[in-house]
C-alpha cells in the first residue's frame, strides 16, 4: 500500500475512534492514544486553548504521565514549541533534541527531555483556536512532510470534534444550572416554612457549584443555614428586595468561579431574595389572622359576658357594671402577659398574681390572702378561660368567705388543679348567680373539666381540668 492511502486510511479510523464520544475529556484521550497510534510515536500531549486565560492548558497524554498533577502545565501560545505551533498556526517539528531548542518550555511535573523529536500543530476549527497537540519520540526521528500533512489534517478534524463536545458540555453544564434554579423554586413554592426554603437553596448552592461551603447571611447579622467549610475563593452576593439589601449569599470554593458560575450565584441570590420575602409576607399574614382571630373570639366572650349580666334579675346596676368591667379586665390580664413575654403561652402564676393584685384592689381590707401557685402554661384561648373562672371564684371569696382566703396552682395527673379555699360561713343551698353560671360554662366549655363547690369546715371552690 502507498503511502498517501495508509495516512487516508489511518485519518479516516482516527477520526472514527474520537468521533465515539461527545464527552470533552474522554474526547480529548481518543485524541492522544489515536494520535499516536497512527504516526507511530512514543508519547502524545493534547492542550486545549482557554480563551478567558488566553493559555493552552493540557488535557490529556499518552505514553507519558504528568507527575504529581498538583499544577496542570499551561502556556501561553507562542510559549514553548507546541505554544508556537499554536501562535504560527503551522506545525512545527524538531527531529533531535527538541529539549535544546531556545522556544522549549520547562515544566517540573512533565519529563520531557527524554524525548529527542518533536511534532507540533494546532488545533484550528475554522480559523478558531481550540487547542494544539504534540507527537514524541524517545528516538530521534524527522517526521516527513506528508506525515506532518496527516497530523495537520487529523487535528483540523479533531478541531470540529472537540468543538462540538465543548458546546455539548456547555449545554449540560446549562441543563444543570437551570435543573438547580427549578428545584430551588420548586422548594420555595412548596415550602410553607421559610427555614425549609433557605435550606434547599444553600444545598443546591453547594452542589451544583460544587461549593465546599455556602450560607445565607441575613440583614440581621445571623448566619442561616452555614454549609461546609471556607474555601480559598470566595463569592458574596448581596439579596436584594425592591432595591434594599436583605442579606447576602456566600459561596466558597478551591478553585476560582468562572462568570457563568458567578452568573448562576446571582441568579440563586435573586430567588433566595424572593423566598426570604415572601416567607416574610406568609408570616406577618399568619401572625395577622391569629391575631384577628382572637381580638374576635374575645370580643364575642365580652358579648355573652355582658348578655348574661344582662338577663340577671334584680341585680345592681352599678355592681353589674362593675363585675362586667373586672370580667372585661381578666381578660386583658392574659393578653398583658403574652405582650410582655411575646410566646404564645401564658404562664399561669404570673397571670394570677395579676388578677390578684386587680381584685384586691380597692377591696376593704382586713382580707389575709395566701397562695401557693405551681409554674404551668397554658394556650391562650383556655388561659383567657382560667382568668375569667379565677376572676369570679376569688372575687366570691373575698365578697362573701371568710377572713382567709388560700389560692392554690397544682398539677395532678397531668391535670392542673385550681384550689380558692376562704374560712367564711360557706354557701347555702344551690346558690346560682351570674358570677357562678359563668364559672361553670366555661369549666365546662373552654376547659373540659369540672367544677365543685363545698362548704364544710371551709368554702372550697375547686376546678380540675387537663392540660
Ligand atoms: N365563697 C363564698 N362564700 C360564701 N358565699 C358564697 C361564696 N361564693 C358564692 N357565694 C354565694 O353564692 C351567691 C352567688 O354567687 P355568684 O358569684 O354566682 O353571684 P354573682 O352574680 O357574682 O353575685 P355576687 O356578687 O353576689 O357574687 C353569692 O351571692 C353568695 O351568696
Ligand atoms: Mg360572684
Same mark, same amino acid.
Given at each position: 500500500m502507498d503511502t498517501s492511502a495508509r495516512h487516508l486510511r489511518l485519518l479516516t479510523e482516527t477520526i472514527a475512534a474520537v468521533n465515539s464520544s461527545l464527552d470533552l475529556q474522554e474526547v480529548l484521550e481518543l485524541v492522544a492514544r489515536e494520535v499516536a497510534d497512527a504516526l507511530a510515536t512514543d508519547a502524545c500531549f493534547v492542550y486545549l486553548y482557554d480563551e478567558p486565560t488566553d493559555e493552552l492548558v493540557l488535557r490529556a497524554t499518552h505514553g507519558s504521565r504528568v507527575e504529581e498533577m498538583t499544577r496542570t502545565p499551561r502556556m501561553r501560545p507562542g510559549e514553548g514549541i507546541t505554544g508556537t505551533a499554536a501562535a504560527e498556526r503551522a506545525p512545527v517539528m524538531i527531529p533531535e533534541k527538541a529539549h535544546l531548542d531556545s522556544r522549549f518550555k520547562q515544566f517540573p511535573n512533565l519529563r520531557e527531555d527524554e524525548y529527542e523529536s518533536i511534532l507540533a500543530v494546532p488545533i484550528l476549527a475554522r480559523e478558531k483556536l481550540e487547542g494544539a497537540l504534540n507527537v514524541r519520540t524517545r528516538e530521534p526521528r524527522a517526521f516527513t512532510d506528508s506525515e506532518m500533512d496527516l497530523l495537520v489534517a487529523i487535528a483540523s478534524q479533531v478541531a470540529q470534534t472537540i468543538e462540538h463536545a465543548r458546546l455539548y458540555e456547555r449545554a449540560q453544564r446549562r441543563v444543570a444550572e437551570l435543573e438547580a434554579l427549578a428545584r430551588i423554586s420548586e422548594a420555595v413554592s412548596e415550602s410553607l416554612y421559610l427555614e425549609e426554603s433557605l435550606e434547599a437553596i444553600v444545598k443546591t448552592t453547594m452542589?451544583?457549584?460544587?461549593?465546599?461551603?455556602?450560607?445565607?447571611?441575613?440583614?440581621?447579622?445571623?448566619?442561616?443555614?452555614?454549609?461546609?467549610?471556607?474555601?480559598?475563593?470566595?463569592?458574596?452576593?448581596?439579596?436584594?428586595?425592591?432595591?434594599?439589601?436583605?442579606?447576602?449569599?456566600?459561596?466558597?470554593?478551591?478553585?476560582?468561579?468562572?462568570?457563568?458560575?458567578?452568573?448562576?450565584?446571582?441568579? /440563586?441570590?435573586?430567588?433566595?431574595?424572593?423566598?426570604?420575602?415572601?416567607?416574610?409576607?406568609?408570616?406577618?399574614?399568619?401572625?395577622?389572622?391569629?391575631?384577628?382571630?382572637?381580638?374576635?373570639?374575645?370580643?364575642?366572650?365580652?358579648?355573652?359576658?355582658?348578655?348574661?349580666?344582662?338577663?340577671?334579675?334584680?341585680?345592681?346596676?352599678?355592681?353589674?357594671?362593675?363585675?362586667?368591667?373586672?370580667? /372585661?379586665?381578666? /381578660?386583658?390580664?392574659?393578653?398583658?402577659?403574652?405582650?410582655?413575654?411575646?410566646?404564645?403561652?401564658?404562664?399561669?402564676?404570673?397571670?394570677?398574681?395579676?388578677?390578684?393584685?386587680?381584685?384586691?384592689?380597692?377591696?376593704?381590707?382586713?382580707?389575709?390572702?395566701?397562695?401557693?401557685?405551681?409554674?404551668?402554661?397554658?394556650?391562650?384561648?383556655?388561659?383567657?378561660?382560667?382568668?375569667?373562672?379565677?376572676?369570679?371564684?376569688?372575687?366570691?371569696?373575698?365578697?362573701?368567705?371568710?377572713?382567709?382566703?388560700?389560692?392554690?396552682?397544682?398539677?395532678?395527673?397531668?391535670?392542673?388543679?385550681?384550689?380558692?379555699?376562704?374560712?367564711?360561713?360557706?354557701?347555702?343551698?344551690?346558690?346560682?348567680?351570674?358570677?357562678?353560671?359563668?364559672?361553670?360554662?366555661?369549666?365546662?366549655?373552654?376547659?373540659?373539666?369540672?367544677?365543685?363547690?363545698?362548704?364544710?369546715?371551709?368554702?372550697?371552690?375547686?376546678?380540675?381540668?387537663?392540660?
Open positions: 452542589e451544583s457549584l460544587r461549593a465546599t461551603g455556602a450560607a445565607l447571611v441575613l440583614e440581621d447579622g445571623k448566619v442561616a443555614w452555614p454549609e461546609g467549610r471556607p474555601g480559598a475563593y470566595a463569592v458574596r452576593l448581596p439579596l436584594r428586595w425592591k432595591r434594599r439589601r436583605i442579606g447576602e449569599l456566600v459561596c466558597d470554593r478551591d478553585t476560582p468561579f468562572t462568570d457563568e458560575e458567578r452568573a448562576l450565584l446571582e441568579a /440563586i441570590a435573586h430567588h433566595a431574595a424572593v423566598a426570604l420575602e415572601h416567607g416574610r409576607a406568609v408570616m406577618r399574614g399568619v401572625l395577622a389572622q391569629e391575631i384577628h382571630h382572637r381580638v374576635k373570639n374575645n370580643l364575642q366572650t365580652v358579648a355573652s359576658l355582658l348578655r348574661l349580666q344582662a338577663r340577671a334579675d334584680n341585680a345592681d346596676p352599678r355592681k353589674a357594671l362593675q363585675d362586667s368591667v373586672n370580667r /372585661i379586665l381578666a /381578660i386583658a390580664a392574659v393578653h398583658e402577659v403574652l405582650t410582655v413575654h411575646r410566646e404564645d403561652d401564658v404562664d399561669l402564676g404570673e397571670l394570677v398574681d395579676r388578677l390578684r393584685a386587680m381584685l384586691v384592689q380597692g377591696l376593704v381590707s382586713g382580707k389575709e390572702v395566701t397562695a401557693d401557685l405551681a409554674t404551668i402554661s397554658l394556650a391562650g384561648q383556655q388561659a383567657t378561660a382560667l382568668a375569667l373562672v379565677f376572676t369570679e371564684l376569688f372575687q366570691n371569696a373575698l365578697e362573701h368567705g371568710g377572713a382567709h382566703v388560700a389560692l392554690e396552682l397544682a398539677r395532678r395527673d397531668g391535670d392542673v388543679v385550681l384550689t380558692i379555699t376562704d374560712d367564711g360561713a360557706g354557701v347555702g343551698g344551690a346558690p346560682a348567680g351570674t358570677g357562678l353560671s359563668i364559672v361553670q360554662a366555661l369549666v365546662r366549655d373552654e376547659l373540659q373539666g369540672t367544677f365543685e363547690l363545698e362548704s364544710g369546715a371551709a368554702t372550697r371552690a375547686r376546678v380540675v381540668f387537663p392540660v
